[in-house]
């Protein structure tokens, strides 16, 4: 949402839009973002349309914002915690050697083999085969996985602030970082935990969108759903 301050209006553009100071305001009432710039609608009218382009300045971070920040850092400890014993603690399953196996084929071998002989879906065999570059261990394989699985907690915290605010993303956070699915596929080498985090960036960048209504943030957000069958070809059927 945002609103044009009345006291820093420097007069009306035409056609019903006003130039002044426009404040960026989030669904808890924070203000997020201020610049000068033109938006359509009277002198201090607020609306959850996008104003024109404008010269914007982040507001500097506060005592609550750094609270919130070591709040989703505490819970991606926690699940780290959980997880990282399994990393080496338990046996390579067949399907993660598997996974291991076509990933160290040369990069055309592996779109082939994924693309041809298993169905699709080849961006975890990609990804591991970066890996693999610097490290061909089995543990390297069940890191890539831990990455994935660290980064769906402030993706989700940032869905559930932008919903409804700060409270429900540090829940969602919460959720994320106690789930047992991501305790249990957080370490495993293969796709669950990368299809967690695509899918929680998708949500957001999606709602990101809709909160914009601009271009690159709508390309952003298409952009971001067809990596889903990227990951796994039940990607393309929706929730």
Excluded: N
């Amino acid at each position: 949402m945002w609103f044009i301050d009345s006291a820093s209006t420097v007069g009306q553009v035409g056609d019903g839009w006003e130039s002044g100071l426009i404040a960026f305001v989030d669904s808890s009432g924070a203000v997020r973002r201020i610049g000068w710039g033109r938006a359509p609608g009277p002198i201090g009218m607020t609306s959850s349309a996008s104003p024109t382009t404008m010269a914007e300045t982040e507001m500097p971070p506060t005592c609550s914002t750094y609270s919130v920040g070591g709040a989703v850092a505490a819970l991606c400890g926690l699940l780290l915690y959980r997880i990282v014993p399994d990393i080496g603690g338990k046996p390579l399953y067949e399907d993660e050697a598997v996974a291991g196996l076509i990933s160290m084929r040369p990069l055309g071998e592996v779109l082939e083999t994924v693309m041809v002989d298993r169905g699709g879906a080849p961006l975890h065999f990609v990804l591991t085969h970066v890996v693999f570059a610097v490290d061909t261990s089995a543990d390297a394989l069940r890191w890539l996985s831990v990455v994935c699985a660290l980064a769906s907690v402030p993706l989700c915290f940032d869905l559930g602030r932008r919903l409804s605010g700060q409270a429900a993303g540090l829940v969602a956070a919460a959720v994320a970082a106690s789930s047992t699915a991501l305790a249990v596929y957080g370490s495993f080498g293969r796709m669950y935990a990368l299809y967690v985090l695509i899918a929680a960036l998708a949500a957001d960048l999606f709602v990101r969108a809709v909160e914009l209504r601009t271009r690159s943030a709508v390309t952003a957000a298409a952009a971001a759903f067809w990596l889903l069958p990227a990951v796994h070809p039940y990607g393309l059927i929706p929730a």
